[in-house]
């Protein structure tokens, strides 16, 4: 899917409900309001992508698998439900770039970055034999006649990556992974704003789950019925009501 970026006419915000009006036709079949979704919600896929940089991918292609969540939120919304459009769609959004991400396999790393850390490591090893003793940043710097930045950087650059969703922090059995720890100083914080997560915070186990499994796992609902051992109908109530009182919370 090619989408021009050039041409962003997409500060001109459109209200929830011509959003949801351009979403309906969408989901109806019209090519153009689907388009125009697109075209209006760039800024939206970007400040998500925004989350991603400097991994290896260029922002272009972060942006295209962005769309993609885009469009599938989109195509997943339910217009019976009182929420605003973007709430809905940034966590599609940035599941797409997740999973791009995994299936890709590890972060890429530049040929000349991975040639000047494994001779970093060699001269690691050379000057760990001659001074008995694990060499410094800057001793390994000046061994090389290299910035002692430069060490650093390939140094990082080469380490094997971590998992965003490994445990960092845990305190009471509610644990802090990477993905809680990415900076975010756009202008869409949604996952970061105090008032969602107290929202989230105040909700049961149960209705914690079906928020995480559908919003965050993509799930249909009928695959979170089959999870929990309920009914569709009963998830499909229960999350109607979740978003509720999420809302009345939020709206506090």
């Given at each position: 899917m090619d989408v021009e970026v050039k041409n962003d006419n997409s500060k001109t915000q459109l209200k929830d409900h011509e959003v949801k009006e351009l979403i309906r036709r969408s989901q109806e079949?019209?090519?153009e309001a689907r388009d125009l979704i697109i075209q209006k919600n760039m800024r939206l896929v970007w400040s998500v992508v925004q989350r991603f940089l400097n991994r290896g991918y260029e922002p272009d292609d972060l942006f295209q698998i962005g769309s993609i969540g885009l469009l599938k939120s989109v195509d997943k919304f339910d217009l019976s439900y009182d929420v605003r459009f973007s709430t809905y769609a940034v966590p599609m959004i940035i599941g797409e770039i997740q999973r791009f991400i995994r299936d890709d396999g590890t972060v890429k790393v530049s040929r000349s970055l991975k040639e000047?850390?494994?001779k970093i490591r060699r001269?690691?090893?050379e000057l760990s034999k001659t001074m008995g003793k694990v060499p410094?940043?800057?001793e390994i710097a000046n061994y090389l006649d290299i910035s002692p930045e430069d060490v650093?950087?390939?140094q990082e650059a080469v380490r094997a990556p971590s998992s965003i969703h490994e445990t960092v922090y845990e305190n009471d059995g509610d644990p802090i992974t990477l993905l809680d720890?990415?900076?975010d100083n756009t202008e869409t914080k949604w996952f970061d704003k105090i008032v969602l997560k107290d929202a989230i915070r105040d909700l049961d186990e149960r209705e914690r789950l079906i928020v995480y499994l559908r919003y965050?796992?993509?799930q249909t609902q009928s695959e979170v019925a089959e999870r929990l051992g309920i009914s569709q109908v009963q998830v499909s109530r229960l999350e109607k009501k979740i978003l509720q009182q999420m809302k009345d919370k939020m709206n506090q």
């Open positions: 079949g019209d090519q000047l850390g494994n001269a690691r090893d410094t940043v800057a650093v950087l390939a720890q990415i900076a965050y796992k993509d």
